[in-house]
């Protein structure tokens, strides 16, 4: 099971950081991915960490304002996101897949958590 939080309201320019509790998930035996979907629009990639290899991607949009990360001993992804914007106003999704391939799009997961409002506003 996948639980999203840290999803919040927040002024431009802000930071938060989201996190995933992959309960009976071990880290390293899969790829995890934070995805976003904001109202009307397709439901998108921003993040994957590869866990067996240590290795990330990003989304250019994203792309040195965000962080994701893995705590093997907490079983927690985390996505660290700076400086944001309001595009980047969305519902926040974690998601998982066995092993360790490349994956960024929706059907690459099998698993996904419920998803955390993160709203930029002043």
């Known amino acids: 099971q996948l639980q999203a939080s840290g999803g919040g309201l927040v002024q431009p320019g802000g930071s938060l950081r989201l996190s995933c509790a992959a309960s009976?998930?071990?880290?390293?035996?899969?790829?995890w991915g934070w995805f976003r979907q904001a109202p009307g629009r397709e439901r998108e990639w921003v993040s994957y960490?590869?866990?067996?290899?240590?290795?990330?991607a990003y989304a250019d949009s994203v792309k040195g304002r965000f962080t994701i990360s893995g705590d093997n001993a907490k079983e927690t992804v985390y996505l660290q996101m700076h400086s944001l914007k309001p595009e980047d106003t969305a519902v926040y999704y974690c998601?998982?897949?066995?092993?360790?391939?490349?994956?960024?799009?929706?059907?690459?997961?099998?698993?996904w958590g419920q998803g955390t409002q993160v709203t930029v506003s002043s």
């Open positions: 998601a998982a897949r066995l092993g360790s391939a490349v994956a960024t799009r929706v059907a690459d997961y099998a698993y």
């Open positions: 009976g998930f071990t880290l390293v035996r899969y790829t």
């Open positions: 960490l590869r866990s067996a290899g240590r290795s990330t």
